[in-house]
């Protein structure tokens, strides 16, 4: 499928309409979701409604925004008013939002085509897409293999070219594992960037929406449509919005300092991978990049912090889910039964596992001694990346140990699921923005994801970094054939 400029292009040009483009993007769908189980739901009618409307504006001689008419899709864990919003959960079966998340608010505002809401493991916790309660994605390069999670839909719909570009959102993970793992690029912000008004939460202090793009352009492009100030979002920062797409040049900028975590290589991490990095690594220092190895002796930590802190957080959050306000309700005797019921029965195995890791962790005599800890390791955390941006402009790292493993190899073991995101948790945990983009491809034609770090709100020179090294290789040229 063509870029974003590529298409607003044949737009302007009047050489495709964008009904032609959305109806395009809607067979395809149509054909690939058999095997890709990327959408919950589909909304063909509402995108040929907003492609007409594109298509008015440009015979009205009006100039229109690079997204307009772009197809497009959203993780499901996002509110759209009259769509439904189900966080690949039993217990919001039915859950109509009467009201609009500000991005996908943003989106519509500046006209790009919502082709559905994709699939997710459950409210966003997991590392695969199979913990949701609907179906299982399929990865595009081996549908035989997991997409990543939680973002798994969005990243597989993007990486078998069923939307130009697509938003997730990012607790641990979610966004840079999937990117990784189905070859394509996947940001998450800075957090407080973007407005989480309207994302269904899992761990608020975490959370973070961004997008999925097969290119870094792209990503830049749909960042700076989302990105802002919301007074609907208390953690909204309020700054002015670079613009990014604008700023992506051919040349690293002179005195790049790029630094490679220590830590990240050892133990666990599979071979193919730290080779392909490692030459990522040798092309940054042939582009003139100064290349030197940090050490962030707490980014070990990252893992066992984070699944105390987010589970805590989750369990707060999910208290809401009880039958009696919105979404799927036991039949009971009582009241009591009623709650206890409606959340045994709407909730899967893996959410039930965080609540109770989280509700343990705050209960009365446990909460110094875990969550206060964890949170006490969260700031040693963001010193070590504190000190290490006080060395160099960048940060490098594989973005998960493996690439996509088969469906149902590690279901049976959540500490092997969890061990996913080792490299992308620390990132969450420090609030800083990180990218994942295609550095090459395993034995089995499996791609393999290069992490880029930056310093808070500097997605202006991740965005940058990352496009020369993309634009001087040719892994994303790569499509799946399936």
Not at 80 to 92: D, F, P, R
Not at 238 to 265: A, M, R
Not at 364 to 382: E, H, M, N
């Given at each position: 499928?063509?870029?974003?400029r590529?298409?607003?292009?044949?737009?302007?040009t009047?050489?495709?309409?964008a009904v032609?483009?959305?109806?395009?993007?809607?067979?395809?769908?149509?054909?690939?979701?058999?095997?890709?189980?990327?959408?919950?739901?589909?909304?063909?009618?509402q995108?040929?409604?907003?492609?007409?409307?594109?298509?008015?504006?440009?015979?009205?001689?009006?100039?229109?925004p690079?997204?307009?008419?772009?197809?497009?899709?959203l993780?499901?864990?996002?509110?759209?008013?009259?769509?439904?919003?189900?966080?690949?959960?039993?217990?919001?079966?039915?859950?109509?939002?009467?009201?609009e998340?500000?991005?996908?608010?943003?989106?519509?505002?500046?006209?790009?085509?919502?082709?559905?809401?994709?699939?997710?493991?459950?409210?966003?916790?997991?590392?695969?897409?199979?913990?949701?309660?609907?179906?299982?994605?399929?990865?595009?390069?081996?549908?035989?293999?997991?997409?990543?999670?939680?973002?798994g839909?969005?990243?597989?719909?993007?990486?078998?070219?069923?939307?130009?570009?697509?938003?997730?959102?990012?607790?641990?993970?979610s966004?840079?594992?999937?990117?990784?793992?189905?070859?394509?690029?996947?940001l998450?912000?800075?957090?407080?960037?973007?407005?989480?008004?309207?994302?269904?939460?899992?761990?608020?202090?975490?959370d973070?929406?961004?997008?999925?793009?097969?290119?870094?352009?792209?990503?830049?492009?749909?960042?700076?449509a989302i990105?802002?100030y919301?007074?609907?979002?208390?953690?909204?920062?309020?700054?002015?919005?670079?613009?990014y797409?604008?700023?992506?040049?051919?040349?690293?900028?002179?005195?790049?300092?790029?630094g490679?975590?220590?830590e990240?290589?050892?133990?666990?991490?599979?071979?193919?991978?730290?080779?392909?990095?490692?030459?990522?690594?040798e092309?940054?220092?042939?582009?003139?990049?100064?290349?030197?190895?940090?050490?962030?002796?707490?980014?070990r930590?990252?893992?066992p912090?984070?699944y105390?802190?987010?589970?805590?957080?989750?369990?707060?959050?999910?208290?809401?889910?009880?039958?009696?306000?919105?979404?799927?309700?036991?039949?009971a005797?009582?009241l009591?039964?009623?709650?206890?019921?409606?959340?045994?029965?709407?909730?899967?195995?893996?959410?039930?596992?965080?609540?109770?890791?989280?509700?343990?962790?705050?209960?009365?005599?446990?909460?110094?001694?875990?969550?206060?800890?964890?949170?006490?390791?969260?700031?040693?955390?963001?010193?070590?990346?504190?000190?290490?941006?006080?060395?160099?402009d960048?940060?490098?790292?594989?973005?998960?140990?493996?690439?996509?493993?088969?469906?149902?190899?590690?279901?049976?073991?959540?500490l092997?699921?969890y061990?996913?995101?080792?490299?992308?948790?620390?990132?969450?945990?420090?609030?800083?923005?990180?990218i994942?983009?295609?550095?090459?491809?395993?034995?089995?034609?499996?791609?393999?994801?290069?992490?880029?770090?930056?310093?808070?709100?500097?997605?202006?020179?991740?965005?940058?970094?990352?496009?020369?090294?993309e634009?001087?290789?040719?892994?994303?040229?790569?499509?799946?054939?399936?």
């Amino acid at each position: 499928m063509a870029s974003i400029r590529e298409l607003h292009h044949q737009l302007v040009t009047k050489e495709r309409s964008a009904v032609e483009i959305a109806t395009e993007a809607i067979d395809r769908v149509e054909q690939l979701e058999p095997k890709l189980r990327s959408f919950l739901c589909t909304t063909p009618t509402q995108a040929l409604a907003q492609a007409r409307s594109v298509d008015a504006k440009i015979a009205a001689g009006e100039d229109i925004p690079l997204l307009a008419g772009i197809p497009i899709a959203l993780k499901d864990n996002m509110c759209t008013q009259g769509i439904a919003t189900t966080c690949g959960s039993k217990i919001l079966a039915g859950f109509v939002p009467p009201y609009e998340s500000t991005v996908t608010q943003k989106l519509q505002d500046l006209g790009a085509v919502s082709l559905g809401k994709t699939n997710l493991d459950e409210f966003a916790m997991g590392s695969s897409t199979e913990n949701s309660a609907y179906q299982v994605t399929a990865n595009p390069w081996d549908l035989e293999r997991v997409p990543g999670g939680s973002s798994g839909g969005s990243a597989a719909a993007v990486s078998g070219s069923e939307c130009v570009v697509s938003l997730g959102s990012d607790t641990g993970g979610s966004i840079r594992q999937p990117a990784a793992f189905c070859g394509v690029v996947g940001l998450k912000p800075t957090y407080g960037l973007v407005s989480r008004f309207g994302l269904v939460a899992y761990a608020s202090s975490l959370d973070q929406i961004g997008p999925f793009a097969r290119t870094v352009e792209d990503a830049a492009i749909l960042l700076e449509a989302i990105a802002g100030y919301d007074p609907k979002d208390s953690t909204s920062l309020k700054i002015e919005i670079p613009k990014y797409s604008q700023l992506l040049t051919p040349d690293l900028p002179k005195g790049l300092k790029i630094g490679v975590i220590t830590e990240t290589f050892g133990e666990g991490l599979d071979p193919q991978v730290a080779e392909s990095v490692r030459q990522a690594i040798e092309h940054f220092r042939s582009l003139g990049a100064e290349v030197r190895e940090i050490s962030c002796p707490r980014f070990r930590y990252g893992l066992p912090t984070y699944y105390v802190i987010a589970p805590s957080e989750a369990s707060a959050n999910l208290a809401r889910y009880d039958g009696v306000k919105y979404g799927f309700r036991a039949e009971a005797d009582n009241l009591m039964s009623m709650y206890t019921q409606t959340r045994a029965a709407g909730f899967g195995a893996e959410v039930k596992r965080r609540i109770m890791l989280g509700t343990y962790a705050l209960s009365a005599g446990y909460y110094d001694a875990y969550y206060l800890k964890a949170q006490k390791v969260r700031t040693l955390i963001k010193e070590d990346f504190e000190a290490a941006f006080s060395q160099v402009d960048i940060l490098i790292t594989p973005t998960a140990p493996t690439t996509a493993f088969k469906a149902g190899e590690k279901t049976a073991d959540p500490l092997s699921m969890y061990l996913s995101d080792l490299m992308t948790i620390p990132v969450n945990l420090a609030g800083l923005p990180g990218i994942s983009i295609p550095c090459g491809f395993d034995d089995k034609g499996m791609p393999i994801g290069l992490q880029l770090l930056s310093n808070v709100l500097r997605e202006d020179l991740l965005l940058q970094v990352a496009h020369v090294y993309e634009r001087s290789t040719e892994w994303h040229k790569r499509s799946p054939q399936i």
